[in-house]
Structure formats: C-alpha cells, structure tokens
C-alpha cells in the first residue's frame, strides 16, 4: 500500500525540510507492518502518531489522505486497545491521539502485552488439553493429535517468557553470551506421514476454540484474520493442501495460494509431499516452531533497515547546525534513535532465537 501524496501543503506540523524523513519512517514502519500483516491503514495512522506525538482526525487526514470516515472507524479500533488513547482538547469538541506512555517505554510495554497475551492463552491453552485428556481416553479421533500440536505451542510460550525479560536488560557488549539459554529447547516433534489429520466432532470444536482465541489475542487482533486463520489451522492439522485450505476457510484459491506463499517465503511451512499429480502437501513440522519463526520473520525484517536509519541519523547529525532549530528536528532525531536502538536489541533476540531454532 502506497501513502497517498497529498501532504505538501501542511505548514501545522513539521518543516517541509523533514518531509522525507518523516515518509522514510512511515515506510519502515509499514513494511513491518506488512509481514507482521496488521491493517495498513491503521498501521499508517499509528505511524504519524508515533512520529507527531498528538494529532486530530483532521490532521490525520491531511497526513493519510485518508477520508474522516475511515479514520474515524480506524481510530475507534485503535482506542479500543491499551496501547492508543483519546484525550478531548479542553473547551472544545476536538479530540487529540496518541499512543498511551513515553516514547522510551513503548518497547517494554509491547513486551508486556505480548506476554500478557501468553499468559491468558497459556492458561486456556492448559485448559482445552484437560479437555483433550478425556477425549484420549475415549479413543476420539485427533485428540492425541491435537494434544501434541498444543504441547508445543505451549513450549515456545515458555520460551518467549524467559527470552523477553531479558531484552529488558541493558545489555554490556551487545551479545547473547551473557543470557543463559540453558533449557530453553524445542522437543523434537514425532515422526509422522504426511496426510490428511481426521477429528471426530468433539476435537473440531476444541479446535475451532483455539483458532477464534488466537484471533482474539491482543497479539493478532489487528492483523489480517484470515491470515491468522491459516496460520492457526496450520498449528492444529500440521499437514495441510491448498484445496483443504479452500474448504475450511472458503478462501478462493489465488488469496490462499498468496498466502501459502507468504508462509514458505518465511519459512514458516515447507512442502513435505509431492503427489503423482501434483498435489503438494504442506506442513508446519511444530507449532512451537512455527509461532518463533514467524517472530524471527519480523525481527529479520526489521535489521533490514538497519543500514537505511543510520544513515538517516548520519545525515541528521552532518546538518544539525542547520536543521535543529526547525520545528521536527529533535522529534525525527529522537525517532531514528528509538527504531536504531530497538533495531539493536531486536537483533539479540532474533541471536538467541536462531540458537534456539537451531538446538
């Protein structure tokens, strides 16, 4: 999605001299919204929120090109979060957005989230294995089957609850070495042949559970739901066709096919079965696995643009004596040196992820 041009006017906001500064963020932030696949127009308007510190609906729309009545819908799903707020300018009928907390905080705030969300999908997660347990005894088909995809979700869960405390730690020189990983493994997922995995009626509906609180969580409630649903019913079958997929999600074949290459591109499936007749079968070895590649995805994503903000940054600080006191200079600067820094920390877990990935 490209940012519509209709901004060279503004005089509101920041000097026409941070223009391409400010679009060159918006771009970094959209093309990590995009593999992170949350709604591009809200990850638009998050991103001049982020870059303004405060705006209005009509600001918004100066910015986005975007009509009042999709920023204002956008806005109220938004707001609906902790991460977003709505404050009333006093004596007026005007409302200012912005991102809830300090610049400097909204990494660790995202990690709390993040393993808040864990946390409730862990327990409902430990939840629907009791229910599971049962079932096994009763001999129900694809309960011991799904019973294993949840012990390996429930893994990496366990994985990202260690990992994450510790990116909140000042690191001394920028390695992995000082963190133990010690224990921090993916069991190996049992052998098992590539085919259609069957559930009697009881275990679709657990699953149908574990797909709709996926979507639910405040991890992916922005993000492309049926792309969520794809990736959920991954986590559950484990071996899937692109025709299976058509009849589950009643997606047409070119949205699921852009989508299944989306997840081989990122290496979060593979194809495990060639028929005689072309029939390929796909499949997520563990759902653990799946869950940390799809965060090594993003984390790789963003080191990308590492060269292109420190370059940003050089320019910047080779023009200070001429830009800093224009309105916008010390916010882009601030900016830069927030996404370098996350960038860096990023980068250390996206390290001890491939230890991990590769243990």
């Not at 069957?198 to 657990?206: G, L, R, S, V």
């Amino acid at each position: 999605m490209t940012l519509e041009n209709n901004t060279q006017n503004i005089s509101h906001l920041f000097n026409e001299k941070f223009r391409k500064y400010e679009e060159k963020l918006v771009a970094f932030l959209l093309d990590i919204s995009q593999i992170k696949r949350v709604n591009p127009k809200i990850s638009i308007i998050s991103s001049y929120l982020l870059i303004h510190e405060k705006l209005t609906q009509k600001e918004l729309k100066e910015l986005t090109g975007f009509s009042m009545g999709s920023i204002s819908t956008l806005l109220s799903v938004m707001t609906g979060t902790e991460a977003f707020k709505k404050e009333r300018i006093i004596h007026t009928h005007t409302y200012t957005y912005s991102f809830s907390g300090n610049l400097e905080d909204l990494t660790t705030k995202g990690y709390e989230i993040a393993l808040s969300s864990f946390s409730s999908f862990e327990r409902f997660l430990k939840n629907k294995k009791k229910e599971l347990n049962i079932l096994i005894e009763q001999s129900k088909e694809g309960a011991e089957h799904l019973s294993q995809r949840i012990e390996e979700l429930l893994e990496s869960f366990e994985i990202y609850e260690n990992l994450f405390p510790m990116l909140t730690r000042s690191p001394n020189n920028g390695t992995t070495k000082e963190y133990s990983l010690e224990g921090l493994i993916l069991i190996k997922t049992k052998k098992q042949e590539a085919k259609k995995i069957k559930f009697d009626p009881e275990i679709y509906m657990i699953e149908d559970d574990m797909i709709n609180q996926l979507a639910a969580s405040p991890m992916f409630a922005s993000r492309d739901p049926m792309f969520i649903r794809i990736l959920g019913y991954f986590m559950t079958r484990k071996y899937l066709t692109q025709n299976r997929l058509k009849r589950i999600t009643g997606l047409s074949t070119g949205k699921i096919s852009e989508e299944i290459n989306m997840l081989l591109k990122n290496g979060l499936i593979e194809k495990v079965n060639v028929s005689d007749k072309g029939k390929i079968t796909y499949g997520a070895e563990s759902a653990g696995k799946m869950l940390l590649k799809f965060s090594r995805s993003v984390l790789y994503r963003m080191a990308n643009w590492d060269d292109e903000l420190q370059n940003m940054r050089s320019e910047l600080e080779d023009n200070r004596i001429k830009l800093e006191s224009l309105n916008g200079y010390s916010r882009i600067y601030q900016i830069n040196k927030y996404l370098l820094d996350t960038i860096s920390n990023y980068k250390r877990l996206m390290d001890m992820l491939d230890i991990i990935l590769k243990s």
